[in-house]
T-cell receptor, first 112, second 113 residues
Framework: AQKVTQAQTEISVVEKEDVTLDCVYETRDTTYYLFWYKQPPSGELVFLIRRNSFDEQNEISGRYSWNFQKSTSSFNFTITASQVVDSAVYFCALSSGNQFYFGTGTSLTVIP | DTGVSQDPRHKITKRGQNVTFRCDPISEHNRLYWYRQTLGQGPEFLTYFQNEAQLEKSRLLSDRFSAERPKGSFSTLEIQRTEQGDSAMYLC???????????FGDGTRLSIL
């Protein structure tokens, strides 16, 4: 069965700290895609990154970086030098077959 | 660039009534998705369209729910005989092709009295 697990329900950090959001997925498919989305307090989901199952290169975009490891079925997201504007709920998602699965989200609060 | 728009933003209705929501995707996107999100949960996939064809429906989708995309542009989601458990945020998203990033609308919040 396909599934996305985000074990961290809530995380609080002080501004400028680094924080890693964990994502573990399950799928039997060999071809699949993984995503991270941000949902700020305003509510609209915003796309952050997409990875396909054949591309295990880590990616860095500014203060954001992603670590994809097929061996552990994980796709973790790190924010470096966190800022108050990073406060939001972050969702990891899996596209596998013709279905789409979101995790339950991690609520990140960055304290000034 | 016009994003995904959903109408209405809020809908309050009595249990047992029918409701219909509309979604206008980004114009060049041929894939359109419907999700439901309840408080503290991630979006739950309901169904999706490629152009006017409905390609997949979640097994969790009750037969009281029906979706259409008649001309491959806007889509409607109808819930018949609403129940308390239908209270949620209904999200629409669109993408260019399969597995491309989905762009989400602001959602329609449904409250059942």
């Amino acid at each position: 069965a396909q599934k996305v697990t985000q074990a961290q329900t809530e995380i609080s950090v002080v501004e400028k700290e680094d924080v890693t959001l964990d994502c573990v997925y399950e799928t039997r498919d060999t071809t699949y895609y993984l995503f991270w989305y941000k949902q700020p307090p305003s509510g609209e989901l915003v796309f952050l990154i997409r990875r396909n199952s054949f591309d295990e290169q880590n990616e860095i975009s500014g203060r954001y970086s992603w670590n994809f490891q097929k061996s552990t079925s994980s796709f973790n997201f790190t924010i470096t030098a966190s800022q108050v504007v990073d406060s939001a709920v972050y969702f990891c998602a899996l596209s596998s077959g013709n279905q789409f699965y979101f995790g339950t989200g991690t609520s990140l609060t960055v304290i000034p | 660039d016009t994003g995904v728009s959903q109408d209405p933003r809020h809908k309050i209705t009595k249990r047992g009534q029918n409701v219909t929501f509309r979604c206008d995707p980004i114009s060049e996107h041929n894939r359109l998705y419907w999700y439901r999100q309840t408080l503290g949960q991630g979006p739950e996939f309901l169904t999706y369209f490629q152009n006017e064809a409905q390609l997949e429906k979640s097994r969790l989708l009750s037969d009281r729910f029906s979706a259409e995309r008649p001309k491959g542009s806007f889509s409607t989601l109808e819930i018949q005989r609403t129940e308390q458990g239908d209270s949620a945020m209904y999200l629409c998203a669109s993408s260019r092709t399969i597995n491309q990033p989905q762009h989400f609308g602001d959602g329609t919040r449904l409250s059942i009295l």
